[in-house]
């Protein structure tokens, strides 16, 4: 099955900014959706921005509340990516990229049905 590989996490300051990026382990599936997740310590893990794929879709975008303004969630053929601006240290966490190959706009939105994963990117913010 495809896998999802995340990449550029790291540690910064608060104020600063990160970029992560997501590809597919093999390019033989097509996407409907793909999101980024975050996982706190002792939290439980967060939709953060989605994307419906400019490829099956029209790319519209939707972000959590807490990071809208902060984040824009992109994509380039099959990968996406997460520019992070404006950190916080609640911020801080695993960041997970998903991705469904089929969906709807409504599930995309609300970071539901999501069958591909990624092991995860640790992003840790400090004050």
């Known amino acids: 099955q495809v896998q999802l590989v995340e990449s550029g996490g790291g540690s910064v300051q608060a104020g600063g900014s990160l970029r992560l990026s997501c590809a597919p382990s093999e390019y033989t599936t097509t996407f409907y959706c793909m999101a980024w997740f975050r996982q706190a310590p002792g939290l439980e893990r967060e939709g953060v921005a989605s994307i419906i794929s400019g490829i099956t879709g029209d790319g519209s975008t939707y972000y959590a509340d807490s990071v809208k303004g902060r984040f824009t969630i992109s994509q380039d053929k099959e990968k996406i990516y997460l520019q992070m601006t404006s950190l916080k240290p609640e911020d801080t966490g695993i960041y997970y990229c998903?991705?469904?190959?089929?969906?709807?706009?409504?599930?995309?939105?609300?970071?539901?049905?999501?069958?591909?994963w990624g092991q995860g990117t640790r992003v840790n913010v400090s004050s």
């Open positions: 998903a991705a469904a190959s089929g969906g709807s706009p409504y599930g995309c939105s609300k970071f539901r049905d999501l069958h591909y």
